[in-house]
T-cell receptor, first 115, second 114 residues
Framework: DAGITQSPRHKVTETGTPVTLRCHQTENHRYMYWYRQDPGHGLRLIHYSYGVKDTDKGEVSDGYSVSRSKTEDFLLTLESATSSQTSVYFC??????????????FGPGTRLTVT | AQKVTQVQTEISVVEKEDVTLDCVYETRDTTYYLFWYKQPPSGELVFLIRRNSFDEQNEISGRYSWNFQKSTSSFNFTITASQVVDSAVYFCALGVGGSEKLVFGKGMKLTVNP
């Protein structure tokens, strides 16, 4: 199994509070991703990183920011949490590259509830 | 734009039945990759298979088989002699050449009853 951990695994927070989710990998993979999973929507990409300090937006990036100061860590921040951000958040990693196979390996997920 | 459609949202079968999960994709790129992931009730996402656009050979792995047909833009997944442990949500995903992002279908929940 790919070495990916997410913290916290569960969190309940109040509307308007900032929240930071952490993804940590031990695989030294270049690419890291944040997805959210909601019923009826599958997995949707929030942001991704293609290297230290290199990030880009995904499909549903509004209300989220990310940072990657080290290869192994990718942080997702909700600046001011809203109830619509209640979801399960997955981090994924990929070795990637021009001739990559695009396989992404996923962390265990973080269940976030915004009340 | 890329798109993945999993028409079936939920299927329920009895153990030992064969079941096919359909996946239809849309892309204008000639180089792309297709994936299947499994999400059991425990919640983790497990990589099952990858296929690239240059390889239309079907694949069999134990009770699992995949049928890739570029002519119909489909990448279907068949489970033979299903078992209760196959109960999960299955996702089909598409990645295109030059992009590191995957587009996922909405998933299909399979329930295998004893």
């Amino acid at each position: 199994d790919a070495g990916i951990t997410q913290s916290p695994r569960h969190k309940v927070t109040e509307t308007g509070t900032p929240v930071t989710l952490r993804c940590h990998q031990t695989e030294n993979h270049r690419y890291m991703y944040w997805y959210r999973q909601d019923p009826g929507h599958g997995l949707r990409l929030i942001h991704y990183s293609y290297g230290v300090k290199d990030t880009d937006k995904g499909e549903v990036s509004d209300g989220y920011s990310v940072s990657r100061s080290k290869t192994e860590d990718f942080l997702l921040t909700l600046e001011s949490a809203t109830s619509s951000q209640t979801s399960v958040y997955f981090c994924a990693i990929s070795e990637s590259g021009w001739d990559s196979k695009y396989e992404q390996y996923f962390g265990p997920g973080t269940r976030l509830t915004v009340t | 734009a890329q798109k993945v459609t999993q028409v079936q949202t939920e299927i329920s079968v009895v153990e030992k039945e064969d079941v096919t999960l359909d996946c239809v994709y849309e892309t204008r790129d000639t180089t792309y990759y297709l994936f299947w992931y499994k999400q059991p009730p425990s919640g983790e996402l497990v990589f099952l298979i990858r296929r690239n656009s240059f390889d239309e050979q079907n694949e069999i792995s134990g009770r699992y088989s995949w049928n890739f047909q570029k002519s119909t833009s489909s990448f279907n997944f068949t489970i033979t002699a299903s078992q209760v442990v196959d109960s999960a949500v299955y996702f089909c995903a598409l990645g295109v050449g030059g992009s590191e992002k995957l587009v996922f279908g909405k998933g299909m929940k399979l329930t295998v009853n004893p």
